[in-house]
């Protein structure tokens, strides 16, 4: 190998190391998942509700309920995990904006644990995660209204 070889592997080799090195963002990842999936977030998307079954069924049950005004809302999108065998899904099946991730590639990728909200920020990056869970769902819920009525 002569001098310029050397160094341009040299050179390759270091920027390799650097991008692969880079831990990938909880946005990067949801994003990933989506584009996998073939989920398109539209552009006016500022919520996207994962309505699930795993996790506390009670608490899965109650934020179903809830969701459910939102499904027609153009700022929220939906993706419903699961076989809808623990909750309602027949409100899910004729909205415009709500994905179905039968096989919860969601949850196994990691990306979140159970029901719950990703709030987008304008450069469609996650601005705010909210789990949904037994200890504090009601101020969930409040927040959640809150947020959305903005």
């Known amino acids: 190998m002569n001098l310029l070889s050397k160094y341009t592997f040299l050179i390759s080799l270091i920027l390799v190391f650097l991008t692969s ?3 990938q963002t909880e946005s990067d990842k949801f994003f990933d998942y989506t584009s996998e999936q073939n989920i398109e ?3 006016e998307t500022q919520a996207v509700f994962i309505v699930s079954n795993i ?3 009670s608490c899965n049950q109650t934020f179903c309920n809830f969701s459910q005004a939102y499904l027609n809302q153009k700022s929220v999108q ?3 995990t699961g076989n809808g065998g ?4 027949r409100p899910f099946l004729s909205a415009q904006n709500v994905s179905f ?3 919860q590639i969601i949850h196994k990728k990691g990306i979140i644990k159970s029901s719950g909200v990703f709030f987008l920020d304008k450069d ?4 705010t995660l909210i789990n949904i869970e037994a200890k504090d769902i009601q101020q969930s819920l409040e927040y959640l209204k809150e947020r959305l009525s903005k």
Do not use: N, V
């Open 21 to 23: 090195c880079q831990e």
């Open 41 to 43: 977030i539209k552009p």
């Open 55 to 57: 996790g506390c069924s």
């Open 78 to 80: 939906c993706i419903f």
């Open 86 to 89: 623990m909750l309602d899904i």
């Open 101 to 103: 991730d039968k096989k």
């Open 124 to 127: 469609k990056k996650i601005d």
